[in-house]
């Protein structure tokens, strides 16, 4: 689904954690980092749970230079993953952190 026919989706006053995550996908796809951001972290306060919206936000913040901002979200994912048992979206985000450390 385009950006445009998400925002106006949000601009009715649908406003929930799966639509919010699709519009952070969405422009973060398209190069908006910082647009997305916060579309994922309007998500995350949706549901705290989300882990996968968290690995997103990791992303969006490291490619808008946030890398502080992004090992806070990666953090955050990997103990929402390890709650629910999120197998893949823990490991994922260790190896982003592993990465993240390694540039620094």
Same mark, same amino acid.
């Given at each position: 689904m385009s950006t445009e026919a998400l925002?106006?989706?949000?601009?009715?006053?649908?406003?929930? =954690?799966?639509?919010?995550?699709?519009?952070?996908? =969405?422009?973060?796809?398209?190069?908006?980092a910082a647009q997305a951001a916060e579309h994922l972290q309007r998500c995350v306060g949706f549901d705290p749970s989300y882990s996968a919206a968290w690995k997103l936000l990791g992303k969006a913040l490291q490619t808008d230079g946030d890398h502080d901002g992004a090992r806070q979200a990666w953090q955050q994912g990997l103990k929402a993953a390890q709650a629910k048992g999120d197998k893949q979206a823990e490991k994922e985000m260790s190896v982003f952190l592993r990465k993240l450390d390694k540039q620094r």
């Open positions: 925002e106006k989706m949000l601009a009715k006053g649908m406003d929930n =954690a799966l639509l919010r995550f699709g519009l952070g996908k =969405a422009h973060l796809d398209v190069g908006n």
